[in-house]
């Protein structure tokens, strides 16, 4: 099993106001062994929600190594037990892990540094988005993680809106680049969680753009389609998929335009004659 941590911490470095940088890699989790005193007992019931956090996010906040002094090749855990145990238990190979030297190993300004400095990492969107999310998670409240993060408390209440509920699929096609945030809020503003895996798959079979697919749920009455119920919900989706492939496959225009063209096309009833409705022009 390989590890669910952002593959893109790799070449990523983090430097202390001194000017010293300090690198970034995935380390294995076999070669890190705690530093002398460092084991400690642990809150059971707050590992197992640690070890459902990495195992849906990844390990977001990268630990805190130094290389061992005994020419063994291993590293010595400064920072980040729970996190490493985690990944022992849940089987994952490598942890991002942030590499100090012997001299800084034991600056506890300088750890403080790294750890409350680490989100400012050049990362992806999605990579903050989620961090963010875990540190709510976590009890932080949202103006110091706005202070820390260097965004707006509302940008915060945003993305945690947006992602309150998100499903481990849905997690895994945001990190995955299957769909980007801008796509993402778009469906989750509009679908309940329920749907939302049937709506993402519609949606990124296509190349669709987060604001063509506000329109098309404004034009579809996405709302009132909604308020007619469970029932209908294979009906929803097959109609937006329908309505997304077409689109996908009309001339470059304006958004108007191209929705216009889609009512030309808008068939007018459903083929129920198999277990999954089929749209039917008439």
Known sequence: MTSTG???????????????????????????RPEDGLGRKRDRDGHRELQRSIEQFGVLTPITVRPAPDKTGDY????????????RILGIETIPAIVVDDAYADNQKVQQFLVENVARLKMR??????????????????AA???????????VRRLLAQLDGASNSEVAALRSGDVN?????????????????????????T???PKELEALFAALGWRHLVELGPGHRMQRLTLLGWACGVLDELAPSSTRERLRQLALKFPVEFEQHTAEPTLVAR
């Open 181 to 205: 945030l801008a796509m993402h809020a778009v469906i989750a503003r509009h679908v309940g969680l329920e749907e939302r895996p049937g709506v993402m798959s519609a949606v990124t079979a």
């Open 76 to 87: 010595l855990l400064i920072k980040g037990q729970g996190r490493t145990l985690a990944c």
């Open 6 to 32: 952002s593959k893109r911490t790799n070449a990523a470095t983090v430097t202390t106001r001194d000017g010293r940088s300090y690198s970034i890699r995935h380390v294995p989790v076999a070669k890190i």
């Open 125 to 142: 969107p999605v990579d903050r988005a989620l961090l963010i999310n875990r540190a709510r998670q976590d009890g932080e409240e949202t």
């Open 207 to 209: 190349s669709i753009k």
């Open 145 to 155: 993680i706005a202070t820390r993060f260097g965004v707006t408390a509302a940008t």
